[in-house]
């Protein structure tokens, strides 16, 4: 089980990147996508639950992000 604490500062990185975006929401989309693609179902998984507990060290918009890959209704297509 890889460390949430590791995970969390991972998917800040990734939502640092895409930050630069001058559309906040195709930053956060993107972000969402990038751990779609890129980040094993395991932990997808992972970051998920630690948002539903709410989420803590996940900056703005890695907790929009992962809080769209909790929601498969919110077109975040799921984990």
């Known amino acids: 089980m890889m ?3 590791r995970l969390v500062t ?9 930050a630069a975006e001058p559309d906040r929401t195709a930053a956060v989309e993107a972000t969402a ?11 997808r998984r992972e970051i998920v639950a ?3 507990t709410g989420g803590a060290g996940l900056g703005e918009i890695a907790r929009e992000a992962v809080g769209r890959l909790a929601d498969p209704k919110g077109g975040g297509g799921g984990v």
């Open 50 to 52: 630690h948002h539903k």
């Open 33 to 43: 996508n990038h751990l779609r693609r890129f980040w094993a179902p395991r932990m």
């Open 3 to 5: 460390q949430t604490e």
């Open 10 to 18: 991972m998917a800040n990185d990734i939502a640092t990147f895409f």
